[in-house]
């Protein structure tokens, strides 16, 4: 009977280790394997813990905990990738350093600019950028931290680079990295070099025939000796430099409105042979007096160019104008027209003076001659080519030159063949 009664006490004892294991330990165990997974990144299937209500509750705080962690996580990833895509679009190069002078952060641009891709986190900014004109205003920053704009050049050379560097700053004041960013300003400083050309130029170009009005004024003031010879003389000089500054209004004029932004063109259906023969007109009487002859060619059936006339006549003016000055006594001019897939081509060819190839490629520049002193004996103003190019590229057109020294040259107009404008 006693063996009986031990027995069942036994089994009690047993059941109540077992029941209290399961409401005390277990929860821990599972508790324990549940943290382990999620540390190695894994999702669990359940949350459930076994045991007392408080353990249960523990279970399903961890649940809302890593919901909420892996929410942050994907936002903290799409805002990275927002950033990265933000980066990558800047066409300005940006780095960011940290005090120690160690990249943090640098995007595509500032990659591309550096020859070097990747760049990894934490390299040294010296192993990338040796100019000390970069370095130099980084240091500054992290020194006394203020922004400083600098200009310098970069690695190939050729890009002209506006360098912000801009310091980022701890609690302490101090500067705890800068944030700088390379611009490109390369066409900025070329446009404005060309207008300060461009003004010197005018001013020059000026400034002969007004000191030449302003002698021979004087001279007519003073002079009360002087014969009727004399005074011919000085009004035939006055009238020469009177006319030539009126040309170069007149193509300032011109080469204005045809960069300005209102610039438009009036279009119509051209017949180039009638054109060219209109044009080509008034012209016998120049051509006559260096004996040059002229020929059209506008093939039959030509089609209608759709241009704006009257600045077609411009383009036909400046160029017969060139093929005049610059050919020999008894040449040949000839003015060619041809179609070319979608394309017109208008030539002038004369087989003049001819134009050296280091001269070649700039005679579409503004003011530039290859003889300035012939040129302006002879009345030129050094902008014809450069309206001539205007003109063809607000047509969407292009200007080509071909020439050999001492034979002659030939200038191509390029327009498109009726293209939607
Ligand atoms: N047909 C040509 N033959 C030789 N040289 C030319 C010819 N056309 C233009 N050039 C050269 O190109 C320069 C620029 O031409 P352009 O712009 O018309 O100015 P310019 O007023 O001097 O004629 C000229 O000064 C000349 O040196
Ligand atoms: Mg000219």
Known sequence: MHWWIAAIALLLVVAAVFFLQRLYRRPWQELESLLTRIGRGEQPRTFLLTGTAPARRVGLALEQLLVRQRELDRQVTKDAAEVRTVFGALTDGLLVVDSARHISICNPAFEKLYGQSPIATGTP??????????????????????????????????????????????????????????????????????????????????????????????????????????????????????????????????????????????????NLRNFLADVTRDWAKRLAGKNLSLELQVPDNFPAVLADERRLEEVVHNLLDNAVQYSHQNGRILIHAGALDQEIVLSVSDEGVGIAPTDLPRIFERFYRVDRARSRELGGTGLGLSIVKHIAQLHRGRVEAESILGQGTTIRVILPNAAPL
Do not use: M, W
């Open 125 to 270: 900014l010296l192993d990338i950028v040796r100019d000390s004109d970069v370095l130099e205003p980084i240091r500054a920053a992290l020194d006394e931290p203020r922004p400083r704009i600098a200009e310098v050049l970069a690695p190939d050379r050729k890009k002209q680079l506006q360098v912000t560097v801009v310091p980022i700053t701890g609690n302490d004041g101090k500067a705890a990295g800068v944030v700088a960013l390379f611009h490109d300003i390369s066409r900025l400083k070329q446009a404005d070099e060309i207008r300060r050309d461009f003004v010197a130029n005018v001013s020059h170009e000026l400034r002969t025939p007004l000191s030449i009005f302003h002698g021979n004024l004087e001279t007519l003031l003073e002079g009360g000796d002087l014969d009727e010879n004399e005074t011919r003389h000085i009004y035939e000089v006055l009238k020469r430099h009177s006319d030539r500054l009126n040309l170069l209004v007149n193509d300032l004029l011109s080469l204005a409105g045809l960069e300005s932004k209102e610039a438009n063109l009036q279009l119509s259906e051209i």
